[in-house]
């Protein structure tokens, strides 16, 4: 059985939400799955519609990581503002040194 970790999404009001993550799946899955809606996800995750984009909390942003090339021209098309530690979800993959982590989520997904 596949380890298991903690994430905590934060909405643009402020709305907190912790959701529990299996280590190797995507950010945006574990939050697609566990109802978020503040994640559209319109290509399910192909890198094909950056609907998935999230800013990774300052404090996380060196154990994330940064974008590869293709994501990085993806992230040129967000709805909301790119910001220095934007991340496209589905390009997360989680594992056990980002239990805890904590993203924000954009108020425009379009
Ligand atoms: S879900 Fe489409 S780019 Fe991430």
Do not use: N
Request: net charge negative; with cysteine.
């Amino acid at each position: 059985m596949p380890a298991t970790i903690t994430v905590h999404l934060v909405a643009a009001d402020g709305r907190r939400r912790t959701v529990d993550a299996r280590v190797g799946q995507s950010l945006m899955r574990a939050a697609v799955d566990a109802g978020e809606e503040g994640i559209a996800a319109d290509c399910g995750g192909c890198l094909s519609c950056a609907t998935c984009h999230v800013v990774v909390d300052p404090a996380w942003a060196d154990r994330v990581g940064p974008p590869s090339d293709d994501e990085a021209y993806m992230l040129e098309m967000t709805a909301s503002p790119q910001q220095a530690s934007s991340r496209l979800s589905c390009q997360i993959t989680l594992d056990e040194s980002l239990d805890g982590l904590v993203v924000q989520l954009p108020d425009r997904q379009y």
